[in-house]
């Protein structure tokens, strides 16, 4: 599989992380659990750029996991810029290119697909064998008992949301239903 965030849009975030101090871009990358691969030598000048580039190389752009990572970084860049800035005027501009778009202060797959392996990876991430256990209820399900298929559909749904939101720091309070959980998830 190729890189899903390509090399220009690396370059354009490395260089406008280069823009800020040593400590913020610690900061940044940090927040989004990034690390940077410190044996790392890019070859250019500075410490800002150099760092900025270490964090980012440390990062697999063919793994989903890590390119969530640098589209979160890019996310709170985004943000936290001024609306008229150059960065961002011109940055969503490489995101498209790579099938990515930045609406409402979020990043999102222009393709908006998502498949059942797409999301059995995203639960071992989040490290969590219940939501394993659903897929393959689900798997199993499909042909044979559709209306259980479509059951642990939601059960996951509701996983993943309250899973997020955990992770954001807004626990879910449990009495929401699944809409209510999607609603809260996206905002």
């Known amino acids: 599989m190729g890189d899903i965030i390509s090399k220009k849009t690396r370059y354009e975030l490395a260089e406008y992380l280069s823009g800020f101090?040593?400590?913020e871009i610690e900061q940044e990358c940090e927040a989004v659990n990034m690390t940077p691969d410190l044996t790392h030598d890019p070859q250019c000048s500075g410490q800002r750029r150099t760092l900025a580039r270490?964090?980012?190389?440390?990062?697999?752009?063919?793994?989903?996991a890590d390119a969530r990572?640098?589209?979160?970084l890019c996310e709170n860049m985004l943000c936290a810029a001024?609306?008229?800035s150059t960065f961002r005027?011109?940055?969503p501009v490489w995101l498209r290119r790579d099938g990515f778009v930045f609406e409402n202060g979020r990043i999102a797959s222009v393709a908006h697909v998502t498949s059942l392996a797409n999301v059995r990876s995203i639960a071992a991430e989040f490290d969590v064998g219940h939501m394993q256990e659903q897929i393959s209820r689900m798997t199993a399900a499909v042909e044979s008992d559709p209306a259980l298929a479509i059951g642990s559909a939601k059960e996951l749904i509701e996983t993943c949301c309250k899973t997020?939101?955990?992770?954001r720091g807004k626990p879910a309070k449990g009495t929401e239903d699944v809409l209510e959980l999607v609603k809260a998830t996206r905002a």
């Open 54 to 64: 270490q964090y980012l190389h440390a990062l697999d752009y063919t793994k989903e």
């Open 69 to 72: 990572k640098f589209l979160a």
């Open 82 to 84: 001024a609306p008229d």
């Open 21 to 23: 101090v040593l400590r």
């Open 164 to 167: 997020i939101l955990a992770e």
């Open 89 to 91: 005027r011109q940055f």
